[in-house]
């Protein structure tokens, strides 16, 4: 598929696609026209950069931890640092803290939704 398409069907803007290949977090092929053509895995790679990074993880880490989540999950990780250890600690973390605040107010706007739902539903 070309750029345009991979940005359509990941919402992610051709800048950003580009800036990816750049750093190495996807591939592409270039046609005789110079055109890239990305492969129908990118359409997930690209997703899950999209995830790492909203999760705040930099460029530089994902690079290194994203063979690690290709399926099947075999993990091999030759160069892991004592700094990049930690800093996946330190993120690690960071995201159990954000999921148990994201489903705390899950919960409670559920929890309000229900409450509303049953009063409007109450025969006046």
Known sequence: MRIGELSERTGTPRRLLRYYEEQGLI?????????????ESCVDRVLQIRGLLDAGLPTRLIK???PCLDQPRVIH???ATPEMLATLERELDSMTRRVACLTRN???IGEYLDAVRARRDQPA
Do not use: H
């Not at 005789?32 to 990305?38: D, E, S, T």
């Open 77 to 79: 990780f030759p160069d």
């Open 27 to 39: 591939v592409a092929e270039r046609a005789a026209n110079g055109y890239r053509a990305y492969d």
């Open 64 to 66: 290194q931890i994203l």
């Open 106 to 108: 899950r919960d409670a």
